[in-house]
């Protein structure tokens, strides 16, 4: 009956469980353990868990339960797997999957960490990775080989928002059976069906929009059930990278919220992305919901024409014109998450893309004037007027 529910339906009471007390509010089971009735039940339970069924916390708990549950119902997928970060699930997504000898096509515009364990951790172990320009179709053709086992990108890239043709990347790597592996932060799930386009493996940090609040670290990683609890699963609970229960209790009512949350943060982002667009001191507006961007045609087949959360200011003037920017602001916070109900503003090439050269963030588009915009719920005209008193200090 669920999978008939609308959206907001589902996001409200999906995969909810009531104790024997019957509360409205889900309940938050702050356990590390379960208790047997005897020890023939210990022994069947490590054998086979049925449903409703834990072990132990780090295998599974009824809230994480809950989250997973209710994001596979606004995904559509088949199941979840809900991880200790966003970067614990795309290493679990990954890692789970791969052996030495194995080959890995990947888009090469993607977050520092998330760079580092293609560049540096699946490399290390004996997996080949190539990286290709993400937003061409033949780049993708030319790299994937027979012996692909998976593709990996960020169907929009950190920072400076491409959007990449789920469709298109999987028919590619399907044909020579390749697993497709999505990071859909930036789409959100309320924007994005990336299982429907294609995808076979979703990754998100919950950290950003499904908590959207600043108040916890987790992540999530959607598949089909033989995917979920055959192959992450074992990984998962064998390396450490489960949920915390209470984190899990964050996200369950995070997503009661997420699509009223994402469907406001996107309206003032391209309001304030058309408000700036031309403006003198920037070099760029880059927004995927403005008729400008190189892949707005993509983004109204792929997102429904929603652009986003996050906008990136190429300032004129360099990093000295981007610090005296970002110190200008009074209402956004310079940090670096995004997706938060507060405006967050970051400066890639010296925080979350520092690690990179200077030719890798050259060749990203990664420039010392770029900053990342992630729009909150303030209102949108006094983030406007707070920008434009922000550019009008660089001078």
């Not at 210990?42 to 708990?61: L, Q």
């Not at 995904?75 to 290493?91: K, L």
């Not at 209470?246 to 919220?257: C, D, N, Q, Y």
């Not at 938060?340 to 690690?355: E, G």
Request: proline letters at 3%; glycine letters at 10%.
């Amino acid at each position: 009956m669920t999978e008939t529910w609308n959206k907001r339906t589902k996001l409200v009471h999906g995969g909810t469980r009531r104790s024997q007390y019957n509360e409205v509010s889900e309940a938050i089971f702050l356990t590390q353990g379960f208790v047997y009735d005897s020890a023939e039940q210990a022994e069947a339970r490590f054998i086979e868990t049925g449903p409703d069924e834990f072990i132990y916390a780090r295998y599974g708990n009824p809230t994480v339960a809950m989250f997973e549950e209710r994001i596979a119902l606004l995904e559509g997928a088949e199941d979840a797997f809900a991880t200790a970060s966003g970067m614990a699930a795309v290493n679990g997504a990954l890692t789970s999957i791969l052996k030495a000898g194995d080959h890995v096509v990947s888009a090469k515009a993607l977050f520092g960490s998330c760079l580092y364990i293609l560049e540096s951790i699946l490399t290390r172990y004996g997996v080949e990775v190539t990286f290709v320009d993400g937003t061409d179709l033949d780049a993708w053709r030319a790299a994937v080989r027979a012996d692909t086992k998976a593709v990996f990108f960020e169907s929009m890239s950190n920072p400076t928002l491409e959007v990449i043709d789920i469709k298109g990347v999987a028919e590619i790597a399907h044909a020579v059976g390749a697993t497709v592996v999505v990071d859909n932060v930036f789409s959100t799930p309320v924007f994005s069906n990336a299982i429907e386009q294609g995808a076979d493996v979703v990754v998100y940090s919950a950290t950003k929009h499904i908590d959207g609040q600043g108040r916890a670290l987790g992540g999530v990683v959607l598949g089909s059930k033989d995917y979920i609890r055959g192959t992450l699963e074992p990984y998962m609970k064998h390396t450490g990278g489960s949920l915390s229960p209470f984190h899990a209790w964050m996200f369950v009512k995070g997503l009661e919220t997420i699509d009223l949350r994402v469907n406001a943060q996107a309206a003032s982002a391209l309001q304030i992305a058309e408000a700036l667009d031309g403006h003198p001191a920037l070099a760029r507006t880059i927004y995927p919901g403005l008729k400008t961007h190189a892949q707005n045609d993509l983004v109204q087949r792929q997102l429904g024409g929603k652009g986003g959360t996050v906008l990136s200011l190429d300032i004129k003037g360099g990093k000295d014109a981007a610090f005296a920017f970002l110190n200008a602001l009074t209402i956004p916070v310079i940090s670096n998450n995004l997706g938060d109900a507060k405006s967050i503003a970051t400066h890639p090439a010296t925080t979350t893309h520092q690690r990179l050269s200077e030719d890798q963030r050259a060749e990203l588009g990664i420039t010392d004037g770029l900053v990342r915009f992630s729009v909150g719920l303030e209102d949108a005209d006094d983030l406007i007027g707070d920008v434009n008193q922000a550019l009008a200090a660089i001078s």
